[in-house]
């Protein structure tokens, strides 16, 4: 027996998320990899499944969580054998297949990809998903950086959603590599906390957020977007000539209410960033690129811990903007 937050929806009880006790051969039978769950986090698509606030879970009975660490139990998958460290993130685990916020996963093993060595499993599920849709964020700003001859320290680079996971952890690693950081956020209050990470300034979120003009003063050299919406749009039209807008979230909608301008005037690229079916060299590329280049203080300082009936409550704080940085779940505390 092993334990796990389960969803369940029925005409009686309504949407319900629960903590319970599953027994191993319940597990997803078109799984091929059975692995012991050590860590996992809480995102905002988590929120989401956890609450029913969005129609994110695609079948019941379902367990919720899409990303995980742990170390493989069993496996009919030529890649992995029994002890073999893994993490998982996006394929639609948690959402269409069993996920993470258990002690116990059944997956295919192409979705897996191995811990990197000097990264410990808790460490990784505080990077976590978040963590690693910033790090392709930043990979896809770097490409573009590269064929532009675009140096650290040229210029500003915003991070919108600064607060949350994929903007604290995308702070860090720009900071890293020596990019002049801004920030921006909902929460001024919380603007040392961004600073101690590397933003080199703090804005408030209404700077972007209504509408604005198609073209706006150039300000960016590239911008890693959480939030969607006029923030993207707003984003794009304050770009440099010749920069780059990394988008990968939609906190504020799924809309996109700009122009062409930023684009055939500047020569912006925007970057749509999918971390759910990213392909197996790039997602090697980013937890390896992770597992060196992340600052292990500054991972601390966003980072706090959970366990997995704690995940239940906390569901509703994350979608109501109440956390900072990262919810790493102890799914055996």
């Known amino acids: 027996m092993f334990k796990a937050l389960l969803i369940n929806k029925t005409d009686d009880a309504g949407y319900r998320c629960a903590l319970t006790e599953l027994d191993e051969a319940q597990l997803p039978a078109n799984g091929d990899v059975t692995v012991r769950v050590d860590w996992s986090t809480l995102n905002y698509k988590d929120g989401l499944a956890i609450t029913g606030k969005s129609p994110v879970v695609r079948s019941f009975p379902l367990v919720p969580g899409i990303d995980f660490a742990g170390t493989v139990t069993a496996s009919e998958h030529p890649r992995w054998k029994a002890g073999d460290r893994v993490i998982l993130n996006g394929f ?104 101690a990470l590397g933003a080199a300034e703090v804005i408030d979120r209404s700077t ?32 440099r000539y010749g920069g780059a807008v990394a988008a990968c979230g939609l906190a504020q909608g799924m809309d996109l209410p700009a122009s062409v301008a930023p684009f055939i005037l500047r020569g912006v690229t925007l970057y749509g960033i999918d971390s759910v079916m990213a392909p197996l060299a790039r997602r090697e590329a980013a937890w390896a690129q992770l597992a060196t280049g992340l600052d292990r203080g500054k991972l601390a300082a966003i980072t706090h811990e959970i366990g997995l009936a704690d995940a239940i409550g906390a569901a509703s704080e994350i979608l109501a903007g109440q956390v900072r940085g990262r919810l790493v779940v102890n799914v055996n505390a």
């Open 208 to 239: 972007l957020s209504a509408a604005g003009k198609p073209l706006q003063k150039e300000r960016w050299i590239g911008v890693v977007d959480s939030v969607g919406s006029h923030t993207l749009a707003n984003a794009c039209a304050s770009t």
């Open 92 to 195: 639609g685990v948690g959402e269409s297949h069993w996920g993470g916020l258990a002690q116990m996963a059944r997956v295919k093993g192409d979705w897996l990809v191995a811990l990197p060595d000097g990264l410990d499993a808790r460490d990784a599920m505080a990077i976590g998903t978040a963590g690693y849709t910033a790090m392709l964020c930043v990979m896809a700003l770097q490409r573009h950086w590269a064929e532009a001859g675009v140096k650290p320290g040229s210029g500003e680079v915003l991070v919108t959603g600064a607060n949350g996971g994929v903007g604290s952890i995308a702070i860090a690693l720009l900071a890293g590599l020596g990019h002049t950081v801004v920030a921006s956020t909902g929460r001024l209050g919380e603007a040392d906390f961004l600073k």
